[in-house]
């Protein structure tokens, strides 16, 4: 996310800065399309306890958004990428080190699946037809990408990208890219920010929406 959005600038000096046109652009894109639907391939459950990495943007509010999901038992903001290893927010701010901002989601397959994890992440997480951006951040760190940790898990991902391409739910292409390589845990600042910090203002304009739209769409998915 953009370095003035992390210092905490008020929300009237944010729509100063980059003008009210924008900023009412960036708060629809974090809103859902609403009638994305559900994925056609679903793998079954295997034990109780499985393991996503998902990139949105800014991880605030991915963070925030899994953490309101049942099913979830615990979500980690941190950066994903083929060199993840050594990665820290001021590094991977540069946009040069390859990895992303993403979350990490430990679930439970038998009460939510990873078919509905990423609907959720098309829904209502991100716009998936930004390339290299998400509202107000801009640069690779900021893409759209889907970390498979597993063949199935892979299956999944490639199906679900390809039905909703067919689908034309997005009026643009979805720009999701499906990627392999590790992910190391955030600065410990960044940890469970939204429910640290619930009124900055980045989160107010930014991310409390998603939350919004996560309850309304996904209600018998919502965990307060």
């Not at 716009?127 to 107000?136: A, H, I, K, L, Y």
Request: glycine share 8%.
């Amino acid at each position: 996310m953009t370095n003035r959005a992390k210092l905490g600038l008020s929300a009237i000096a944010v729509v100063t800065a980059i003008g009210l046109p924008a900023l009412v652009s960036w708060s629809r894109s974090a809103e859902a399309a609403s009638n994305v639907p559900p994925a056609a391939l679903v793998e079954p459950a295997k034990g109780h306890q499985e393991v996503a990495v998902l990139a949105g943007g800014c991880f605030w509010g991915v963070e925030a958004v899994y953490e309101h999901v049942k099913g979830v038992s615990d979500v980690t903001s941190g950066f994903a990428g083929a060199k993840a290893a050594g990665a820290s927010y001021d590094k991977v701010s540069t946009g040069t080190t390859g990895n992303a901002e993403a979350v990490r989601i430990v679930f439970d397959p038998s009460k939510v699946s990873y078919a509905e994890l990423l609907r959720i992440f098309f829904a209502v997480v991100h716009d998936p037809t930004e390339v290299n951006r998400q509202g107000p951040d801009v640069g690779p760190q900021y893409r759209t990408a889907i970390f498979p940790q597993s063949p199935a898990q892979a299956r999944v991902a490639e199906a679900y990208i390809a039905q909703l391409q067919r689908s034309h739910v997005f009026k643009r292409p979805i720009a999701t890219r499906i990627e392999s390589g590790g992910f190391v845990a955030a600065e410990a600042y960044h940890q469970d920010f939204m429910a640290k910090n619930p009124t900055h203002p980045y989160i107010v304009i930014h991310d409390r929406p998603k939350l919004t739209e996560l309850r309304r769409q996904f209600p018998a998915a919502w965990k307060g």
